[in-house]
């Protein structure tokens, strides 16, 4: 079975400021791991993932996560915030033994990031 | 292609009555996934489809809960006797076969909210 543990429910943040996300898993095999935004009303859009390569992976908006195999940890940061970064955050783990055929996402409960100007 | 597209937004219904969501995935992906999202917490897994196979079911989807996928293209989730526990937001999301980077990323929809009084 798979977990993932994301520490804090909510973080606050001053614009332009830097920010981190933290996110822990845990998994008896390899993993491919996952950042999913949801901004109000709305359904969960991928950020950024982690399936293979380089351990550092980055987002269009300027959000990047690095894999840590030994830590078993997945972080999001970016360097500097904006107001429209206000935003629910989830880590999601899948298996990645299979090469690629398995599907199912565990979820973090989610952080709320809040950007306050 | 306009995405995942999740039909009706909001129910509300009393207690005891049925609903039905439907959700149209992306038209090329042949895998079909429900999850189930409460206040505070991150998406549970509920049912999978590959086309048109129910292959798996979570034990969170109790035997009130039925889903179905006929020719394998739309699907709906049915919810007999509802309880207030039942209240959520229940989302679905697809993903394509092909093995690849593809076959793990899950497009979500924007989600069915179901108020029980």
């Known amino acids: 079975a798979q977990s993932v543990t994301q520490f804090d429910s909510q973080v606050p943040v001053f614009e332009e400021a830097p920010v981190e996300l933290r996110c822990n898993y845990s998994?008896?095999?390899?993993?491919?791991l996952f950042w999913y935004v949801q901004y109000p009303n709305q359904g969960l859009q991928l950020l950024l993932k982690?399936?293979?390569?380089?351990?550092l992976v980055e987002s269009i908006n300027g959000f990047e996560a690095e894999f840590n195999k030994s830590q078993t940890s997945f972080h999001l940061r970016k360097p500097s915030v904006h107001i429209s970064d206000t935003a629910e955050y989830f880590c999601?783990?899948?298996?990645?033994?299979?090469?690629?055929?398995?599907?199912?996402?565990?979820f973090g409960k989610g952080t709320l990031l809040t950007v306050n100007p | 292609d306009t995405g995942v597209s999740q039909n009706p937004r909001h129910k509300i219904t009393k207690r005891g009555q049925n609903v039905t969501f439907r959700c149209d995935p992306i038209?090329?992906?042949?895998?079909l996934y429900w999850y189930r999202q409460t206040l505070g917490q991150g998406p549970e897994f509920l049912t999978y489809?590959?086309?048109?196979?129910?292959?798996?079911k979570s034990r969170l989807l109790s035997d009130r809960f039925s889903a179905e996928r006929p020719k394998g293209s739309f699907s709906t989730l049915e919810i007999q006797r509802t309880e207030q526990g039942d209240s959520a937001m229940y989302l679905c999301?697809?993903?394509?076969?092909?093995?690849?980077?593809?076959?793990?990323?899950?497009?979500f929809g924007a989600g069915s909210r179901l108020t029980v009084l």
């Open positions: 999301a697809s993903s394509p076969l092909n093995r690849g980077s593809g076959a793990n990323v899950l497009t």
């Open positions: 998994s008896s095999v390899s993993v491919y």
């Open positions: 982690y399936l293979s390569g380089s351990t």
């Open positions: 999601a783990v899948s298996d990645g033994s299979s090469g690629g055929s398995n599907y199912k996402l565990t």
């Open positions: 038209s090329e992906h042949n895998r």
């Open positions: 489809f590959q086309n048109e196979a129910q292959l798996e």
